[in-house]
């Protein structure tokens, strides 16, 4: 054995992992797309709906072409607009709240829970006080399902309950995760997520889809995917986008869906491995009660002092979020709740993500564990 060969790079997620278990069945799907030529609209996606509807509880799936479109057609559909405000989680991917400025509307950015990393209650009703001062019409909150994890829905839902708004649910990063037993995608008025490649149920190439319960918005919906038509292909009742996810993708999202239910219990295997491994000497995540992670991201913080650009060297690190939105360029104008955003902030200076996926094996795990407790010996 040649004792200076350098040990395989590790791959932070490994897509390629997942293709040879799936062998044929995706090439298959494929070709089979490929053999009806229905690029737009064949059969799998109603497939596809039917799937997604019985594995989430919803009533209503339309899928869409990205989680970004699935927010915006919601908001697009519920009419919001100028004047309006809509609460976002400041500590989260862009489109969240970008998909609330493309309308017009004003993002209000609240705080996170620094434990959970997401959407803290207390700043939530700070932020709509905010907007209220602000003259602004609250029509909508969007918790966001960070990194996998279930926001708090019952305490989020009794909010916007109480103050008349929706609750339009970003799973992007979570589909799959349940909260008190019922899986994402029967909180609130409606759920949007994202099957982005790297997303935990992702397809192979850019893919979305809204879940709600709620016929008339499903209705709704599905006018504004395809320019906003009516009942006549020619007539457009409203505005609406090229919102379609096509075939192809339903096809390969069919076959993975099969797997994601075991792939589930693959990653929550490699989370505790990561919690046990590391719980001593930097603070892993912490599921809140009730609560299901897919553990889109293992995203762990650092103790204060530590070189998070040095960090556990030959291993694959990301920083999400290196800036929250209210600290970023193009949305530093809109409001924050008061009291400002210290969680978001100080979780923007101290997390790091490490490499998670479903075929993370029991070696590779190790070596990684060893790079990030040896980044803290002396
Ligand atoms: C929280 C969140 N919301 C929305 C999106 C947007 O999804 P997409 O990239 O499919 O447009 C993402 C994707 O990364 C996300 O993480």
Redesign the pocket.
């Known amino acids: 054995m040649n004792q200076h060969q350098r040990p395989e790079p590790v791959p932070f997620i490994d897509i390629a992992a997942q293709r040879g278990r799936l062998g044929k069945s995706v090439d298959e799907a494929v070709g089979r797309v490929l053999a009806h030529c229905q690029f737009i609209n064949g059969p799998e996606v109603a497939q596809l709906e039917a799937d997604l509807a019985a594995f989430s509880g919803a009533k209503h799936v339309v899928t869409c072409a990205?989680?970004?479109?699935a927010?915006l057609m919601v908001l697009m559909a519920k009419g919001v607009g100028r004047g309006d405000a809509v609460l976002c989680p400041s500590f989260?991917?862009c489109?969240?709240g970008e998909a609330v400025a493309l309308t017009g509307a004003t993002p209000v950015f609240v705080d996170v829970d620094e434990a959970t990393f997401n959407m803290d209650v207390n700043s939530l009703k700070r932020g709509i006080a905010t907007a209220k001062k602000l003259g602004l019409t609250p029509r909508a909150v969007i918790p966001?399902d960070?990194f996998g994890q279930s926001a708090d829905h019952d305490a989020i839902g009794a909010i916007a309950e109480s103050e008349g708004i929706f609750v339009l649910d970003?799973a992007?990063?979570a589909f799959g995760a349940s909260y008190n037993g019922r899986r994402l995608g029967t909180f609130g008025l409606v759920t949007a997520t994202?099957?982005?490649p790297a997303k935990p149920l992702g397809c192979f190439g850019?893919?979305?889809a809204i879940f709600t319960d709620d016929a008339d918005l499903a209705e709704t919906l599905r006018s504004v995917r395809v320019h906003g038509q009516g009942s006549d292909k020619y007539d457009n009742i409203r505005l609406g986008l090229t919102g379609r996810l096509d075939t192809m993708q339903a096809a390969v999202l069919i076959e993975k869906l099969k797997i994601f239910e075991d792939e589930i219990a693959m990653r929550n295997t490699v989370a505790e491995r990561y919690a046990q491994g590391l719980g001593n000497v930097v603070t892993v995540p912490r599921l809140a009660s009730g609560c299901t992670s897919v553990w889109a991201q293992y995203t762990i913080r650092l103790p204060e002092g530590s070189d998070r650009d040095g960090f556990a060297k030959g291993i694959p690190t990301a920083i999400y979020y290196p800036k929250s939105m209210h600290q970023q360029t193009a949305y530093r104008d809109f409001p924050v709740a008061d009291g400002g955003l210290p969680a978001s902030e100080n979780l923007s200076d101290d997390v790091i993500s490490l490499p998670m996926h479903a075929y993370l094996d029991e070696p590779t795990q190790a070596r990684i564990i060893k790079a990030v407790r040896g980044a803290f010996s002396t």
């Open positions: 990205s989680g970004t479109d927010l989260t991917f489109a969240t966001v960070l970003d992007a990063q994202s099957f982005f850019d893919g979305g």
